[in-house]
């Protein structure tokens, strides 16, 4: 149970993106101003039906007061895009987190390179977008099937991005598609890379980029990997360093789940270790880390409760 806060907004506007991608506008109720937030943040949106999804702000921080997201209705749906497709409309109340950013852009970057696949644009334009105000060295590199399926299109081609762009359509021209094998295989220097889309195109990015140090490698998964196993494993002990205790965690339990069971409150949102909601200080050297939003340096003092586990028989927290 998480006791982040939350807000109410109204959906503003409803924008048809391509046949699969629709963009809302969320406001504040009343007009006042919501939440600051840095580009690569995103937000929880509870919808009808019970639902609660993550969705990167597709848009550049600004003082316009409304967040903007995209949502491309999956033919494999849970339930969450569907409902936002079929249920939501402008003028709704619509419950939402704050923003949270586990996957900002790098201060130590000289140059960003952003790959983009499909959906997963929608950070990375906010980042094309802070970049380019800010006069940054970057390029952003969007992958689509088809000209219709171009999400963001106009925000993609104004003047401030569009020397930056490098567009490959599946069905366009083959001199324009992007190999990424070419494209990653050397490193600029000071470079960091920017990846989010879906599952294969996020394994292909990094199959080309393994040779990049890891820590200049950031990504942003709409869902872990088919092949993840976030929760199964041996049993083991947390100890909790603030409070002098240990709390047994079962082999089919997670430590968020064990915490919970003796009062203690983590907050938790996606449980699968995408969102960095659950990540708190410990002894990471000694977790089995099966998150997909912590760096490898972070790694070492920092721990995602909802999916690690100890590599031997203690993980120590700083709680």
């Known amino acids: 149970m998480s006791l982040e806060r939350t807000l109410t907004v109204r959906v503003e506007r ?16 009343w007009g006042r101003a919501l939440p600051s937030y840095e580009a690569g943040a995103h937000i929880d949106v509870h919808m009808p039906g019970g639902f609660s999804r993550q969705y990167s702000l597709a848009r550049a921080p600004s003082d316009a007061g409304s967040y903007v997201i995209g949502v491309k209705r999956e033919v494999a749906s849970r339930g969450g895009s569907a409902s936002m497709h079929e249920r939501v409309r402008e003028g709704d109340l619509l419950p939402i987190s704050a923003p949270r950013n586990t996957f900002p852009l790098r201060t130590e970057a000289r140059h960003h390179l952003l790959l983009a696949g499909g959906i997963g ?8 977008q802070s970049l380019a105000a800010r006069g940054a060295a970057f390029t952003l590199c969007v992958f689509a099937r088809s000209e219709e399926h171009l999400a963001f299109a106009d925000a993609l081609r104004a003047p401030d991005l569009a020397p930056h762009l490098r567009l490959h359509l599946d069905q ?42 890891e820590d200049t490698v950031h990504a942003e998964y709409f869902a872990a990997p088919t092949d993840a196993n976030t929760t199964t494993g041996q049993a083991f002990t947390l100890r909790l360093a603030q409070r002098g205790i240990s709390v047994p965690v079962a082999a089919d339990q997670t430590a968020v789940d064990a915490l919970h069971e003796v009062g203690i409150d983590i907050p938790v949102s996606c449980q699968q270790g995408l969102c960095g909601t659950c990540v708190v200080e410990g002894d990471g050297t000694g977790a089995e880390h099966r998150d997909y939003c912590l760096t490898g340096s972070e790694r070492r003092t920092r721990v995602a409760l909802c999916c690690s586990r100890a590599k031997g028989q203690e993980l120590v927290l700083q709680l």
């Open 121 to 128: 644009m929608t950070p990375l334009l906010a980042m094309a």
């Open 14 to 29: 409803i924008s048809q993106q391509t046949p699969e991608i629709l963009a809302f506008e969320l406001a504040h109720p």
């Open 172 to 213: 366009g021209d083959a001199s324009q598609r992007i190999d990424l094998t070419a494209l990653l295989a050397e490193r600029e220097a000071d470079t960091h890379l920017y990846v989010c889309g879906p599952g294969g195109f996020m394994q292909a990015v990094r199959n080309a980029a393994a040779h990049w140090p």
